[in-house]
């Protein structure tokens, strides 16, 4: 398989200027170009530019795709929305990294992987599956930063002491996003399940009316401030700040902290989940197995029944068969022989079925092929 990778960049909070889609396009002459997007793959050569830079000053989003089984994630973030001490928490081990510059924070996932998959994907698609769990993040919710550790846990980049971080609720139903994000990890499921054992339900967003209480109350210097940000084209990252003060004032700064587990903790109770599951998988195979023989065994005396009220018929169609000489029918003349003789043997009438053997051995005993098949079979001995 030939080299491949595959870059995407998204402008999400602002469009780019017409002076930075000229700069972005000094660096390709293939790639596409929007006042939101940049996206070019390459089967020789590679990306000219530096992904870390171009998040710092042009994107929030980022995806990187290699067909030796790499992929990268980035998250641009205002730093107001998103405290890097909160996420350091979690980004530890390699798989996930965060970092600030200037009034951002950036988020880095890495996935690695000498499995690999297909060869059927060529990145294109991810992104745009993914994307959404900035505002996820935007809006408090953590999972995914936990996830990001857990594979780090997985992969054994962190010592089985090390103790887990505040786990976010919902865990245990994860959105559309999050399960792209759990394939973009290729996070051990056993291990999330045995995980989202410490993880409560999720708490549902405030209603509308909640929302208009809190408003009406604020300052009006506030709302003043807000309102002149808003008209001043800042209404991307004034919405993830309204909801983080909005989630503040009713007591949601992050995920709440309880009983932490370590990590060698997890991998053993995952272990354990694992060997439950395979359990209970063997066993609904087993039953399955069990219900297909019972279907089958139903099936089979049916036919027989039927077979017997038309054995002469039957003998007949034996006959017919072994004359077209045709190695087709010769297949199906055995088959219905060996039908007749599992017949005889259930109704006793073995000799009789012995007879008819001889019979089609003395009549087309210059058919060797025929005979061949009849003793393969076992209808006739030597």
């Known amino acids: 398989m030939s080299e491949y990778q595959y870059y995407e960049f998204q402008a999400i909070d602002r469009p780019l200027t017409e002076q930075e889609m000229r700069t972005l396009r000094a660096y390709s002459t293939r790639a596409t170009i929007t006042p939101t997007l940049f996206t070019n793959h390459y089967e020789w050569g590679s990306f000219k530019g530096d992904p870390a830079a171009w998040m710092e000053k042009y994107f929030d989003a980022f995806f990187y795709f290699a067909n030796w089984h790499t992929y990268e994630l980035m998250f641009r973030l205002p730093r107001g929305v998103l405290e890097l001490d909160l996420a350091k928490q979690y980004c530890r081990g390699g798989v996930a990294t965060a970092r600030s510059k200037e009034d951002f924070v950036i988020l880095e996932f890495l996935s690695q992987d000498e499995a690999g998959g297909d060869g059927s994907d060529d990145g294109s698609g991810w992104l745009s599956s993914l994307v959404p ?8 919710d953590y999972r995914m930063l936990y996830m990001a550790w857990l594979r780090s846990a997985q992969i054994r980049a962190l010592d089985d002491e090390v103790p887990e971080p505040p786990v976010p609720a919902g865990l245990g139903t994860l959105t559309g996003s999050l399960k792209t994000f759990a394939d973009f990890l290729r996070l051990d499921q056993d291990l999330l399940a045995a995980a989202a054992v410490a993880s409560t339900a999720q708490e549902e967003a405030p209603s509308d009316f909640e929302v208009a209480r809190w408003v009406t109350a604020l300052p ?4 003043t401030a807000w309102l ?24 949601r700064v992050g995920p709440p902290p309880g009983p932490s587990r370590s990590v060698g903790q997890l991998l053993e109770t995952a272990q ?8 209970r998988e063997a066993e609904r195979a087993a039953r399955e197995r069990q219900r297909c023989e019972q279907e089958a065994a139903a ?7 039927i077979l017997a009220k038309r054995v002469p018929e039957a003998w007949r169609n034996v006959d017919s068969l072994i004359a077209t000489k045709r190695p087709g029918d010769y297949e199906a003349a055995v088959r219905l022989l060996k039908d007749l003789a599992e017949l005889g043997d259930k109704r006793g009438r073995q000799a009789e079925v012995r007879e008819q053997l001889e019979r089609l051995r003395q009549e087309h005993a210059r058919k060797p092929t025929l005979l061949k098949r009849l003793r393969a079979a076992g209808l006739l001995t030597e």
Do not use: F, I, P, V
């Open 299 to 305: 099936a089979r005396e049916n036919y027989l029944a």
């Open 228 to 251: 002149l940000r808003l008209a001043r084209g800042q209404a991307a990252h004034l919405r993830m700040e309204l909801l983080k003060t909005l989630r503040a004032s009713q007591g």
């Open 272 to 279: 354990q989940h694992a060997e439950a599951r395979k359990r």
């Open 133 to 140: 769990l900035r505002a996820d993040l935007a809006g408090g």
């Open 220 to 223: 009006e210097s506030d709302k």
